[in-house]
């Protein structure tokens, strides 16, 4: 059997399952590791219910990373809508919270699923723990509690961290250790990607790590989170946060974006493209790896998942 490389992706969100959905085309080895302490819409109402962590980051994965035909894809992320309890709930999230009551792991869950769906590769949760409480502290020194309050508070987030240090599952520091290639994917900075990167256990396995750190940018600015922010400041914000590391290089996007798109975006949901400042770069000893990256997708900003891997895979080839 062929040994492929190992690579180790942190995220959450949408984000990810864009990227993972390029990168499972290609040689490689994927872990993806996802953060569970999302408390909004579906994915909230089911943590409250049945006293579990997170689902909808890790169904939409699976999603993503499945082999399966469309329209079986297509029920996993059917969303209902109705006027009974059932609003507003997607499918594949029922069906990982039943999987969930029945084996009484989050990990388990995810292993039958993946085998169900056909998926080649590993998903872990971050944590199993089913209270995990993501908090922040913003520039006006309020105190928020829950992912989505955080998200939705609109006020630049000065710091985060848990309610209580989180139980890491032990595959995620062992898939880190052996991993030729750590990536941290594009996505919400504070509710997507630091969540596993606060980690205690994970800052300590990132600094023991012989792989490089790479991280993927976001192509546009996150109100509250990252407002002006141009690529640098977006390494700067992940470097303090991995302490003892820092990132060895960074893939941005430098597609002229089209004016009406940017428009709309800047006014309709105050994000402003992110901007790749070279000198900045060049001073904080990161390599840059920079292409035409954005493709518009129902009138919406995507990265080009299959470009986006391909830089990917070229670096990983030639570390």
Same mark, same amino acid.
């Given at each position: 059997?062929?040994?492929? +490389?190992?690579?180790?992706?942190?995220?959450?969100?949408?984000?990810?399952?864009?990227?993972? /959905?390029?990168? +499972?085309?290609?040689?490689?080895?994927?872990?993806?590791?996802?953060?569970?302490?999302?408390?909004?819409?579906?994915?909230?109402?089911?943590?409250?219910?049945?006293?579990?962590?997170?689902?909808?980051?890790? /169904?939409?994965?699976?999603?993503? #990373?499945?082999?399966?035909?469309?329209?079986?894809?297509?029920?996993?992320?059917?969303?209902?809508?109705?006027?009974?309890?059932?609003?507003? &709930?997607?499918?594949?999230?029922?069906?990982?919270?039943?999987?969930?009551?029945?084996?009484?792991? %989050? +990990?388990?869950?995810?292993?039958?699923?993946?085998?169900?769906?056909?998926?080649?590769?590993?998903?872990?949760?971050?944590?199993?723990?089913?209270?995990?409480?993501?908090?922040?502290?913003?520039?006006?020194?309020?105190?928020?509690?829950?992912?989505?309050?955080?998200?939705?508070?609109? &006020?630049?987030?000065?710091?985060?961290?848990?309610?209580?240090?989180?139980?890491?599952?032990?595959?995620?520091?062992?898939?880190?250790?052996?991993? *030729?290639?750590?990536?941290?994917?594009?996505?919400?900075?504070?509710?997507?990607?630091?969540?596993?990167?606060?980690?205690?256990?994970? +800052?300590? $396995?990132?600094?023991?790590?012989?792989?490089?750190?790479?991280?993927?940018?976001?192509?546009?600015?996150?109100?509250?989170?990252?407002?002006?922010?141009?690529?640098?400041?977006?390494?700067?914000? %992940?470097?303090?946060? %991995?302490?003892?590391?820092?990132? *060895?290089?960074?893939?941005?996007?430098?597609?002229?974006?089209?004016?009406?798109? $940017? @428009?709309?975006?800047?006014?309709?949901?105050?994000?402003?493209?992110?901007?790749?400042?070279?000198?900045?770069?060049?001073?904080?000893?990161? @390599?840059?790896?920079?292409? *035409?990256?954005?493709?518009?997708?129902?009138?919406? #900003? /995507?990265?080009?998942?299959?470009?986006?891997?391909?830089?990917?895979?070229?670096?990983?080839?030639?570390?």
């Amino acid at each position: 059997m062929k040994m492929y +490389k190992k690579v180790v992706v942190f995220g959450g969100g949408t984000g990810i399952s864009y990227l993972l /959905r390029g990168l +499972k085309d290609f040689p490689v080895n994927i872990t993806a590791v996802i953060t569970v302490s999302d408390n909004g819409r579906s994915t909230g109402k089911l943590r409250k219910e049945f006293n579990t962590p997170a689902v909808g980051d890790i /169904r939409k994965v699976i999603t993503a #990373l499945s082999e399966i035909d469309d329209p079986i894809k297509k029920m996993v992320e059917y969303r209902f809508h109705t006027s009974s309890d059932l609003d507003g &709930h997607a499918m594949g999230n029922l069906i990982l919270t039943a999987m969930l009551d029945i084996t009484g792991s %989050l +990990k388990e869950s995810i292993a039958s699923l993946s085998k169900l769906f056909d998926v080649k590769h590993t998903v872990l949760p971050i944590s199993e723990d089913s209270s995990l409480t993501l908090m922040a502290i913003d520039n006006e020194g309020n105190v928020i509690e829950g992912e989505e309050e955080i998200t939705q508070n609109h &006020h630049q987030v000065k710091k985060i961290f848990y309610k209580e240090e989180p139980k890491v599952l032990p595959e995620v520091i062992t898939a880190i250790k052996e991993a *030729d290639l750590i990536l941290f994917s594009m996505g919400s900075l504070y509710t997507s990607i630091l969540p596993n990167v606060i980690c205690k256990e994970v +800052k300590e $396995a990132l600094k023991e790590t012989k792989a490089p750190l790479m991280y993927l940018c976001n192509a546009v600015t996150q109100p509250g989170e990252t407002d002006n922010f141009t690529v640098s400041d977006h390494v700067k914000l %992940l470097n303090k946060y %991995l302490e003892y590391r820092k990132l *060895d290089a960074v893939i941005a996007s430098n597609s002229k974006i089209d004016k009406k798109i $940017a @428009e709309k975006y800047a006014t309709a949901e105050q994000k402003d493209p992110v901007k790749i400042d070279y000198a900045a770069l060049n001073d904080l000893g990161v @390599e840059l790896i920079e292409d *035409d990256l954005i493709t518009i997708e129902d009138n919406t #900003l /995507r990265h080009n998942s299959l470009k986006l891997s391909s830089l990917i895979f070229n670096y990983l080839m030639r570390k």
